[in-house]
């Protein structure tokens, strides 16, 4: 009961603020261009900035474990194959494809997990290395995806353009750029640290705000078929995969509750930012999203009494 409680606690308030984005705009106090400047805002510069708090915060180098951080990787690298292939192969909807892959796969590692964890532990724990091993691949397939598939005006991209748009991409510079601030445990002044993370910390109200703004009921409906197929895979088939892989390399407690996060978070509203700033179906992004933290906080509690009644959380 204390997990249920604790999963709504997270959930509830992302979607307060997505009523209250859908509010604003319904009494015309944000409208579609303030939506446009904050989708641009939290993709360039508040996202990196959140992403940069959450690798720095944590002396990753004296609890480092190489073989943890490539079992993530090594997992979400065949998540994200696997599920490209099968949508190629299965989905007849060219122009839902992008965002269906990305939204499939990306949990809210970086944002819902980090507190997750610390809520159950009192500390981060494992959390930052499951990012170090998962999230740059999130963010470099996402957008190596999301540009193939997007809509540019006609043109096919070309392998330099797509290069150029993963190395140019803000949150991937974000993680280059605190590794060695991690590993080496190097901190800003005071004051620099404190402005980092005050404009990290407006990243997921703006987003979600911009999310229930933008969100259109009557268009979602159409797009419910891939909604509930995203959302399966999100939040029970992943887990459902490879938890019993992570339990048999030996993963518990902390360990076990990162990649947990990792497999069956919901998707994280970052995919609808990228989404809507590289020409894919932000509304098939944004229901899903809603849908996946609508049953994320029934689906990862089941998951945890799951863990707990086997003897590994």
Known sequence: MDNFIYSINATLPIFLMMILGKFLY???????????????????????????????????????????????????????LVIWGLTEIFMKEDSEKGAFIQASYRSSAAILGLAFIDNMYNGAGMAPLMIIGAVPLFNIFAVIILTLKGDNGGQKPDLKSTFVSVIKNPILLSILISLPFAFFNLHFPAFLNKAISSVGNTATPLALISIGASFEGRKAIKKIKPTLAASFIKLILLSALFLPLAIYFGYRNQELMAILIMLGSPATVSCYIMAKNTGNDSTLTSSIIVLTTLLSSVTLTVWIFILRTAGVL
């Open 26 to 80: 319904r009494i015309h106090l944000i409208d579609e261009h303030f939506t446009k400047i904050a989708d641009k805002y939290v993709f360039m510069i508040a996202l990196p900035a959140l992403v940069f708090q959450d690798l720095t915060e944590n002396d990753i180098r004296a609890g480092f474990d190489g073989g943890y951080v490539l079992f993530c990787f090594f997992v979400t690298l065949a998540i994200i």
